[in-house]
């Protein structure tokens, strides 16, 4: 059983800052991939950035530049730095973790979301 619990959203203006953060918690043997997503009213959850393991990056062309995924291995945590928001960036922005538990299998969820909203 994995959960992950992401923090760090809130109301920002446009052309401002946010850290979000997420750990993933339980009977973990070792993360393959961590990641955020989003999802904003009436459309699809997108991808946002992920990290693996040894710090292989990969970011949705839309935040290219601004957005700054890191993790934390020895504390099965990332982050995401937002920086130059705009107000399309408004969405729920969700953890996603990959990883292998204690009994030998592999777990994927999500968290609960953070609530990321960016006015003009």
């Known amino acids: 059983q994995v959960q992950t619990v992401e923090s760090g959203g809130g109301l920002v203006q446009a052309g401002g800052s946010l850290r979000l953060s997420c750990a993933a918690t339980g009977k973990i043997l070792s993360i393959n991939e961590m990641g955020w997503y989003r999802q904003a009213p009436g459309k699809q959850r997108e991808l946002v950035a992920t990290?693996?393991?040894?710090?292989?990056?990969n970011y949705a062309d839309s935040v290219k530049g601004r957005f700054t995924i890191s993790r934390d291995n020895a504390k099965n945590t990332i982050f995401l730095q937002m920086n130059s928001l705009k107000p399309e960036d408004t969405a729920v922005y969700y953890c996603e973790t990959d990883a292998l538990i204690l009994d030998g299998s592999t777990w994927y969820g999500w968290g609960q979301g953070t609530q990321v909203t960016v006015s003009p």
């Open positions: 990290v693996t393991r040894g710090g292989v990056t």
